[in-house]
């Protein structure tokens, strides 16, 4: 990037410091002195801009800055801050939000762009940043045809074959890593480990009842949602600022406060009880039986990566698979579904890039006789793929209703009851 710094966070003396440094356009770092004009040609010229430095490492587009255009050893320097006309911004912005949406393809959502930067002296003009990302949904092509353009030294080139490689193994070697991560978490909760602090056992005096971790073979739930961008080495979320903010994740069947714990490896947001105030096994089974003291532990993990790990354990409506889509019970705690979509919006609100993989677990329940079945579950954990969720409004609702259909199959039905249609 052309500046080592988020991009709210820029000034005009970084601008000025850059310029009078000398600097050379590079494969992160471009110089303009204008925004690109309002026609076909000006917009044309946005979207190559914007897919050649996402198909490559990524970079800074930084415009009021007027570069040298001529000269073998000057080419591309930046050499006089002119500034953008304040009353041009908001035209411009609206230009490049449309473009990448609608002409880059795959649409472009790896970019973030700067307030409006002030130059001392001049009210009416401004800086403005654009930082893209590298993006692993791409390759991108600037026009929904061929040539794609990738980021050189100084230009933006159409791309070779080698390089159209490099890009693809890249995202299969992330994807990889993620589903490795997924799955030692899934081995990890089915030894019945739970995250530090919440897993530790307590006593509810008033119940003259202990309680520890979870039990294995006991009903688990877990649903990960995993940005790729995480699994690129360096940590993808400033956990001390999360906290700091007060950005709050929301946690299964949890309607009320819960608690929030900064650990090693991010945030933890939970909710335990001893004596569930939801359930009875007559709810879920029919039984005279109303003994309902099943401790019960939610959480909602933000890992430094960017992923999220969304679980609950030994929570006996297990045995009405419903509640996975629904929240609980006309109680108003949100269910696994709603969850999940409020966890997608808050990684949206954290500037988290797609794609993701979105996958959904649920253990314990092996011999288990589902209200919707015709025999018990010969084998747990059941286990989603890995969903490929290209942006925030991609198909979760097919998602979930692929992993129901899949719980439904392994207690013998062909697939799980939809919801009526409402008018």
């Known amino acids: 990037m052309g500046f080592d710094k988020p991009i709210d966070k820029i000034t005009f003396d970084d601008v000025k410091n850059l310029v009078d440094s000398g600097q050379i356009e590079a494969e992160t770092l471009e110089f303009k002195a204008e925004f690109p004009k309002a026609d076909e040609g000006g917009k044309s010229d946005i979207a190559k801009d914007l897919t050649a430095f996402a198909n490559a490492q990524g ?34 912005l609206q230009r490049l939000g449309h473009i990448a949406k609608d002409r880059c393809s795959p649409p472009l959502k790896s970019y973030e762009i700067s307030p409006p930067i002030d130059i001392p002296g001049s009210p009416d003009r401004k800086l403005l940043v654009v930082r893209v990302w590298l993006s692993l949904a791409g390759p991108h092509s600037s026009e929904r045809t061929l040539p794609v353009y990738v980021r050189g030294i100084n230009s933006n080139d159409p791309i070779n074959i080698s390089q159209l490689r490099e890009i693809m193994d890249f995202q299969t070697t992330l994807a990889d890593r993620a589903a490795a991560w997924r799955a030692a978490r899934i081995e990890k909760l089915n030894r019945g480990w739970f995250p ?130 629904t929240d609980l019970f006309g109680t108003g705690a949100p269910g696994p579904f709603s969850v999940c979509q409020n ?80 008018s």
């Open 196 to 325: 530090r602090g919440i897993g530790m056992s307590y006593i509810d005096y008033s119940a003259g009842e202990r309680c520890g971790n979870w039990t294995p073979g006991k009903p688990l739930f877990v649903a990960h949602l995993m940005p790729l961008h995480g699994f690129r080495r360096e940590p993808l979320i400033n956990i001390p600022a999360v906290a700091r903010d007060g950005v709050r994740f929301p946690v299964l069947f949890c309607n009320s406060q819960y608690d929030i714990l900064p650990v090693r490896d991010g945030i933890l947001y939970y909710f335990r009880y001893i004596r569930s105030p939801f359930f009875s096994r007559e709810q879920i089974t029919g039984s005279q039986d109303r003994q309902s003291d099943f401790p019960t532990l939610s959480y909602t993990m933000l890992f430094r990566n960017g992923s999220v790990e969304i679980a609950s354990a030994n929570i006996l409506g297990m045995r009405n698979p419903q509640f996975l889509r």
């Open 59 to 92: 970079g800074d587009i930084i415009y009021g800055v007027k570069e040298n255009r001529s000269g073998e050893g000057d080419k591309g320097k930046g050499y006089e801050i002119c500034g953008v006309e304040k009353n041009q911004i908001d035209g411009f």
């Open 343 to 422: 966890c997608l919006a808050k990684l949206d609100d954290l500037k988290v890039a797609p794609p993701l993989l979105v996958g959904f677990c649920l253990s314990g329940v092996k011999d288990f006789w589902l209200s919707i079945g015709n025999k018990p579950i010969a084998e747990a954990p059941i286990i989603s793929p890995d969903y490929w969720m290209d942006g925030y409004n991609s198909d979760l609702p097919g998602f979930f209703n692929n992993f129901l259909d899949i719980v439904a199959n392994a207690a013998g039905h062909p697939y799980f009851p939809r919801p009526p249609a409402t």
